[in-house]
């Protein structure tokens, strides 16, 4: 059974066995541990010729998933490497968007499978509906876009105070944890609007700096609002996300006359504070809106590199603001638990492995902080 998706989207055949997982197979290194052909795996992987009986069971074992997992029937979403938002395709070997794709998969499976037993918050995206997005509900332009979704949801013009939980209470999905090992370092962020609900993938190897993390949230949802077509790493969609972001978290009519009539990097710093985004963030958005000349924000840049190395102006970690890191599949599952569903009930229903599905569900530990405790 393929779980409701937009009709255009490609889906699997039920009666055949196909080998999915977590990290998908790569040609090269599945073949040399299964002792098969690369062709014989790239046939899998297409499903286009099932693996043999006494092939399934080494190749879960290769896999790290149960032999259920590639049987065929179970309920699972899936998803096309070009429906989702990379920034960077230079940056991301397409192994490790193959990784992210899988993921995203399973974050939707797991998604379905919780709100078949708890009422999640509805989609409220501009434009959105059932893996479909309607451009000019939004409007194409990028900063009209944004000023459209403050209205939508209510923000008003002042700081968000915790976006990712605002995004979280709007129906839309959205994690924050090592998803693929050492993968997540090549994959900064990417996004979808081509499921039934929106899925936004932040990456703890961002997580070091909230600012940076919040506008890296904000840029995803622009291009959920903007970019039903994806385009990945197409550099005017992105340079269109970041001016959604930018006037998301820093509209400019609220901004711009806050902004020092001449670079001040201690004056950009409480501001800094004040509206939850990057100096470096302010410091371009002084010269985006013509406060100061192109010399002067180089110079500005040089200048905040030359301090940081000194220790000042560092950076805080996602880890001491709660309302940036994403408990929605968490507080599902929690609220499911009280109703008598169990990780073990929930991990065969998936026919995943029981650290896996902690995993989707965010039981990993963000805070690097030492943890007092009292006895």
């Known amino acids: 059974m393929v779980l409701p998706r937009p009709p255009r989207q490609k889906t699997a055949c039920s009666g055949t066995t196909q080998a999915r997982s977590g990290p998908p ?3 090269r290194r599945t073949n040399i541990q299964m002792g098969v052909s690369p062709v014989a795996v790239g046939q899998w992987e297409a499903g286009t010729h099932a693996p043999r009986p006494d092939h399934v069971g080494r190749l879960a074992e290769v896999l790290d998933v149960p032999p259920t997992f590639l049987a065929a029937g179970r309920p699972y979403a899936r998803l096309e490497s070009s429906a989702a938002h990379f920034r960077s395709l230079r940056r991301t070997p397409v192994s490790q968007r193959n990784k992210a794709i899988a993921f995203t998969e399973q974050v939707w499976e797991l998604t379905y499978a919780l709100e078949k037993r708890i ?38 013009t002042g700081p968000i105070s915790h976006l990712v939980r605002t995004m979280e209470n709007h129906g839309l999905i959205v994690t924050l944890v090592p998803f693929a090992g050492t993968a997540t370092a090549t994959v900064d962020a990417f996004s979808t609007s081509h499921l039934p609900r929106p899925v936004v993938v932040l990456t703890p190897d961002r997580a070091n700096d909230v600012y940076r993390h919040r506008f890296t949230a904000a840029h995803e949802l622009g291009h959920l609002l903007l970019h039903p077509d994806t385009a990945p790493g197409d550099a005017i969609q992105e340079k269109e996300a970041d001016a959604f972001a930018a006037e998301l978290l820093t509209p400019s009519a609220e901004i711009t006359p806050q902004l020092p009539a001449r670079i001040d990097l201690h004056a950009l710093d409480q501001l800094s504070k004040q509206w939850g985004v990057s100096v470096d963030s302010l410091v371009y958005r002084c010269r985006e809106v013509g406060a100061v000349s192109d010399a002067a924000y180089r110079r500005a840049y040089q200048r905040l590199n030359q301090l940081r190395q000194l220790g000042l102006f560092t950076r805080g970690p996602v880890a001491g603001y709660p309302g940036e890191i994403p408990i929605l599949l968490n507080r599902a599952y929690a609220l499911a638990e009280e109703h008598g569903l169990t990780q073990a009930i929930l991990a065969k229903e998936l026919a995943c492995t029981l650290p896996r599905l902690r995993l989707l569900l965010g039981h990993t530990d963000t805070d690097t902080r030492p943890r007092l405790r009292l006895v």
Do not use: I, K, M
Not at 126 to 145: H, K, L, M, Q, Y
């Open 119 to 156: 009422q999640l918050p509805p989609v409220d995206l501009p434009g959105f509906s059932a893996g479909e997005v309607v451009t000019d509900v939004a409007g194409t332009d990028p900063a009209g876009a944004a000023r459209a979704l403050r209205q939508a949801w209510n923000l008003g």
């Open 25 to 27: 197979p790569r040609h």
